[in-house]
């Protein structure tokens, strides 16, 4: 599994690029419930998964992300949200600042941001039951590897033909456990998983 390895080219500056306090304390405290119930953190192996960023208003070019490898750490000090400042999708290379470079993921959360500007917020989890029922309700999917360049482009075709925020959810078919989730805000993001999760347990199957 290469979950946690960054695949595309990164321009990363160290930087004391503090996030802004009232969107820190937004993130902070949904991921610190996503930890709790095991929808972000450490396999294993002892690899990070999980990660979930925001924008601070809508429309925004840029956002703020959860570092790279930090899902084992129940809570984030401000220095572990990095600053993504520009993404080039035809090169695949992204810039970003802050102490920490940012996750693995940051090329896909970019993607869906640029599905629509009024997406504020992205949430990666890892659940392989929610990501199998998913796939038996045949859920929008993606099939690429994480964190690559087919992978946004799949994101991009998935809304070709409908708004985004209409279905503000997909499974990673090629990214075991992967699900994404985004919304207008990341308290509707979180609804929308934890509807996910309740539409789960209604369909009574085991955990």
Not at 3 to 16: A, L, P, Q
Not at 76 to 85: A, N, R
Not at 179 to 196: D, N, P
């Amino acid at each position: 599994m290469n979950d946690g390895i960054i695949k595309y080219s990164i321009e990363h500056t160290v930087f004391d690029a503090r996030i802004p306090y009232d969107l820190y304390g937004e993130l902070e405290a949904v991921r610190s419930r996503l930890h709790c119930l095991g929808l972000i953190g450490v396999n294993a192996e002892g690899i990070g998964y999980g990660n979930i960023s925001a924008k601070e208003s809508a429309g925004d070019s840029i956002f703020y992300i959860t570092a790279t490898q930090t899902g084992h750490l129940e809570k984030l000090g401000t220095s572990l949200y990095t600053q993504v400042t520009e993404c080039d999708f035809n090169t695949f290379v992204l810039k970003s600042k802050g102490k920490k470079k940012p996750s693995s993921e940051a090329f896909s959360h970019a993607m869906v941001y640029g599905l629509d500007p009024a997406i504020r917020a992205v949430i990666h989890i890892h659940s392989l039951a929610l990501w199998k029922f998913m796939l038996r309700r045949k859920d929008l999917a993606t099939k690429a590897p994480y964190g690559t360049q087919a992978m946004t482009e799949e994101i991009r075709n998935l809304y070709s033909k409908q708004k985004p925020l209409d279905s503000p959810m997909f499974v990673m078919k090629g990214h075991e456990e992967g699900v994404m989730v985004f919304a207008e805000s990341l308290q509707r993001a979180e609804k929308e998983l934890l509807g996910l999760l309740g539409d789960y347990l209604d369909a009574d199957l085991s955990i």
